[in-house]
């Protein structure tokens, strides 16, 4: 009974994968998208992209990218049910840390 338990964890969680893959799917069909940053794991390497669209306003892009971080930042935080001020606080500290930006696992230090 409990291979069945554990294939059904698996089946749900691979049910779980493709629902959110198909609703980053949806949410880049769109033209009125102004900038996007995405990460993807394969293997345990890591491929990180950001683009954005550029205008007149010399401040947009930079407001952009903070807001793609703010984002970003209350998303850790529900998944880890902490608050946002907490994870932008472990992240600035982490950024003053880090020499350059790992391109894979192989490249994060240990402790």
Do not use: Y
């Not at 102004?34 to 407001?63: C, M, N, S, W, Y």
């Amino acid at each position: 009974m409990s291979d069945d338990t554990s294939a059904d964890a698996d089946a749900s969680a691979g049910d779980d994968f493709e629902t959110e893959l198909d609703r980053a799917r949806d949410l880049l069909d769109g033209d009125d998208i102004d900038a996007v940053h995405v990460g993807v794991v394969r293997d345990g390497e890591v491929d990180t992209t950001f683009a954005q669209r550029t205008d007149d306003d010399p401040d947009g892009p930079g407001l952009r990218a903070l807001a793609l971080l703010a984002a970003h930042v209350r998303l850790v935080a529900a998944e880890a049910g902490v608050e946002p001020s907490t994870v932008a606080g472990d992240a600035a500290t982490l950024a003053g840390q880090v020499e350059q930006i790992p391109a894979s696992t192989d490249q994060i230090p240990d402790e």
